[in-house]
């Protein structure tokens, strides 16, 4: 038994905005027979304003996914076309009060229903979610949707992306795939976050995040080689370094410096230079 | 509003001859059956008047019977004991249509180095006994097979099954959950092991199950403790609800030799009248060897989840095998292994009736579902011309 909201129930017990337009000037189609649901939106579009003037759907699912298709038409109605892209799946779970974040797929599909008949109107090729590479075969889910779903609703566990694209939800063979797009998503918001303080960095701040970024970043690398590496001093834009381990006497050490040194600039601060004591 | 229970199969009403039963364990009677006194100790008889009703259900002895938690202990105590008895065999056979107690067992076994055959069904949910013959090794160490399918109702030919594999002498288990209480069973008639039964689904109290063990079977424990039924499954019982297992026995049997057909008749005019209102419904499994209370119909281009919540608003109650109420995204392994199309397996809605079903109930749902349906099939971007009459 899932707990929805009253809203939720209430929308699917008496839905708005149930059809088809006669000569739709969009036409937005996602999901299909075999995952469980899907969603047919047309829209009636005034041309020189771009304004929605009609949305109706029609959807095969289940309620929460007949209330995210009110929801959606409801949002979007009166909306130019530009105002409407800007809602996401978290306005529609909104409007319903929440929906069990099992559920959370249906509000991503009303999203790109929308995508859909905004591109169709446009002229536009059909969806992104056609881009990018299929990672769950047995729902047709792309990396590319995978990713821009982690990253607008900071998802953090592959659980969650189940619960909001059903990647990973069938035979479970891509649970792998959707582990190394999460940890390549926020490692890469990491490094974004981390660039953005780096230009006020007091003395012991710099000190704190060199620490950090040699402990977090570089020694986890080394050693996975059975190298190591130690911080001997930092003055000024010096930073003093021993290597350990297999890197002492490496051939290549040299090059492993000068990444460490490449690592340090990237996040840390621009002028940094490694020198091996 | 009055509840309309159309859903026995998963669980059922605790008759009220077995609440009262049930009732002095819950207040004065609190002792313990393996006490001394007399005070505890008088509990046990009454625990023994239960296995005997209990065995004479399936007409086993009462020393056949020891008593669990649920279907699942049984399950996985007759799938343990089986490979703990013979650990040399390192092959299982079982279906792919099993309830998870046995296929997930069978499932992890698979990956402790044990090989397993899940035979498959065909569209009516059969099995090819051929392929079960064929699968027999000199290395199988069990055979698990259910009686009847708790989502299609579907009856193996359990007697020709039992044959096979007993003229192979390997361990046979039956999950019979399903089966008890609704159809005639007699292992003395039937050449098998062990046999899981359990209370909640036969208007006993949940909590409380049997595994039937052949005299003379080879039986390991699954559940380590103290001595209690006779150190084949150790912790102290469940007083209350196996004393209403006992007297739900009791009620299963009698109703059995008097009602006849009276639910079957019952569930025929339900799938009847809902053939006669709603265009394009299909049957889910064999029309013939189907439990007299199960009928599992899919009504395609419509989501089963939608289905039930529209039922529900009239407290009807009702199960389906579609993925969004399955707790996964994925819909129903019975009724994928049967090969019912996408279009229909996350339509599909099990009604499951039971003694206490009456006809004014079966005419309240003839009444609310085809409107249901034809809702649902005009907010479908599908199949719109499939609307009902």
């Known amino acids: ?277 | 509003m009055k509840v309309v229970y159309l859903d026995n199969n998963a669980t059922t009403k605790v008759a009220d001859e077995v609440r009262e039963a049930m009732l002095p364990y819950l207040s004065e009677l609190y002792g313990n059956p393996s006490s001394m006194h007399t005070f505890g100790g008088q509990v046990h008889r009454n625990i023994e008047i239960a296995r005997e009703q209990v065995a004479a259900l399936i007409n086993a002895e009462p020393e056949e019977i020891i008593f669990t938690s649920c279907g699942t202990e049984s399950d996985n105590t007759a799938l343990m004991s089986a490979l703990l008895s013979r650990h040399d065999k390192k092959h299982i056979i079982t279906t792919r249509v099993e309830h998870p107690a046995v296929l997930n067992f069978c499932k992890t076994t698979a990956r402790e180095g044990y090989r397993v055959t899940f035979l498959p069904v065909d569209k009516g949910g059969r099995l090819n006994l051929e392929e079960l013959r064929a699968a027999l090794t000199d290395d199988t160490a069990v055979v698990s097979i259910m009686y009847a399918n708790n989502e299609s109702g579907v009856i193996f030919p359990i007697h020709d099954i039992a044959d096979i594999v007993k003229s192979k002498g390997v361990p046979f288990h039956i999950d019979a959950v399903q089966a008890t209480g609704k159809i005639p069973i007699d292992v003395k008639k039937l050449p098998c092991d062990m046999m899981s039964i359990s209370g909640h689904k036969m208007h006993a109290a949940k909590g409380v199950a049997a595994l039937y063990i052949k005299r003379g079977a080879r039986f390991t424990p699954y559940i380590i403790g103290g001595h209690q039924e006779h150190g084949r499954r150790a912790g102290t019982e469940n007083v209350a609800s196996i004393v209403g297992f006992g007297v739900a026995s009791d009620l299963a049997k009698k109703h059995l030799q008097t009602e006849g057909t009276r639910i079957q008749d019952l569930k025929d005019k339900l799938e009847q009248g809902l053939f006669n209102t709603c265009p394009d419904p299909r049957i889910n499994g064999d029309m013939v060897n189907r439990l007299p209370n199960t009928t599992n119909i899919s009504f395609e281009y419509v989501e089963g989840e939608a289905i039930l919540l529209k039922l529900n608003e009239f407290n009807i109650c009702a199960s389906s095998g579609s993925a969004c109420t399955s707790g996964s995204l994925e819909p129903s392994h019975v009724l994928r292994s049967m090969g019912v199309p996408f279009t229909a397996i996350h339509g599909s809605v099990r009604f499951s009736l039971s003694r206490y079903t009456t006809e004014e109930e079966i005419d309240f749902v003839l009444e609310k579902m085809p409107p249901i349906i034809k809702e649902l099939r005009e907010l479908s971007p599908y199949g719109t011309d499939l609307a009902c009459h």
């Open chain 1, 1 to 277: 038994m899932w707990e929805y909201t009253d809203k939720v129930k209430d929308l699917f017990l008496h839905p708005k905005n149930v059809g088809e337009i006669d000569n739709p000037d969009a036409v937005g189609e996602v999901g299909s027979i075999v995952c469980g649901d899907a969603l047919k939106l047309t829209l009636k579009i005034d041309r020189e304003t771009n304004r929605i003037t009609d949305a109706k759907f029609k959807t095969f699912g289940c309620a929460s996914a007949i209330a995210s298709s009110t929801a959606l038409t409801e949002l979007i109605k009166g909306k130019t076309l530009d105002e409407a892209l800007n809602i996401t799946n978290q306005d529609i779970a909104a409007f319903l009060g929440g929906l069990p974040r099992e559920k959370m797929h249906c509000s991503v599909m009303g999203y790109e229903a929308l995508e859909a008949a905004v591109a169709n109107y446009r002229g536009e090729k059909p969806c992104e979610v056609e881009e990018g590479e299929i990672v769950c075969m047995c729902f047709g889910v792309t990396d590319q949707k995978i990713k821009r779903v982690i990253m607008e609703n900071k998802l953090r566990t592959v659980e969650d992306v189940t619960n909001f694209t059903k990647a990973g939800g069938g035979c479970g063979g891509c649970i792998p795939d959707i582990e190394k797009i999460l940890k390549e998503v926020w490692a890469e918001k990491v490094i974004e976050e981390t660039v953005k303080p780096r230009k006020k960095l007091t003395n012991i701040q710099k000190i704190a995040l060199i620490q950090e970024t040699i402990e977090k970043e570089i020694r986890p690398l080394l050693q996975a080689d059975n190298g190591d590496i130690e911080l001997i001093d930092i003055d000024g834009s010096r930073v003093i370094i021993s290597l350990r381990g297999t890197c002492t006497g490496c051939l290549m050490a040299d090059v492993t410096v000068k990444n460490i040194e490449k690592k340090l600039k990237e996040l840390v601060n621009e002028e940094l230079v490694v020198e091996v004591e």
